[in-house]
Nanobody, 124 residues
Framework: QVQLVESGGGLVQPGGSLTLSCAAS????????MGWYRQAPGKERELVAR???????YYADSVKGRFTISRDNAKNMVYLQMNSLKQEDTAVYYC??????????????????WGQGTQVTVSS
């Protein structure tokens, strides 16, 4: 099993900045894609940004130029630097990742996990 734990959420004023962190732990052989999703009240969960194991990034149009995703492969961590925050960025942010594990019998298993979510509130 692989666990993802987010941190760094909170309350920030419009125009402010926050950095979210997500740590992956457990039976990890490799991590493929790591990403951030968000879900605002009454809305569906949406992809915010993701980064491949090779460093290729994708951003939702709504956050391009304001958010930056990065990862530290040595530490199994992914980050989301959020600048110029807007009220519409208010949501619960979830970390997501997938990859491979090796079980006790040396079988390779695919895994995908979600974090528990961290609240980001942008308000004056």
């Amino acid at each position: 099993q692989v666990q993802l734990v987010e941190s760094g959420g909170g309350l920030v004023q419009p125009g402010g900045s926050l950095t979210l962190s997500c740590a992956a732990s457990g039976s990890i052989f490799s991590i493929n894609t790591m990403g951030w999703y968000r879900q605002a009240p009454g809305k569906e969960r949406e992809l915010v940004a993701r980064v491949s194991s090779g460093g290729i990034t994708y951003y939702a149009d709504s956050v391009k130029g304001r958010f930056t995703i990065s990862r530290d492969n040595a530490k199994n961590m992914v980050y989301l630097q959020m600048n110029s925050l807007k009220q519409e960025d208010t949501a619960v942010y979830y970390c997501n990742a997938d990859g491979l594990s090796i079980d006790a019998t040396k079988h390779i298993l695919e895994w995908g996990s979600w974090g528990q979510g961290t609240q980001v509130t942008v308000s004056s």
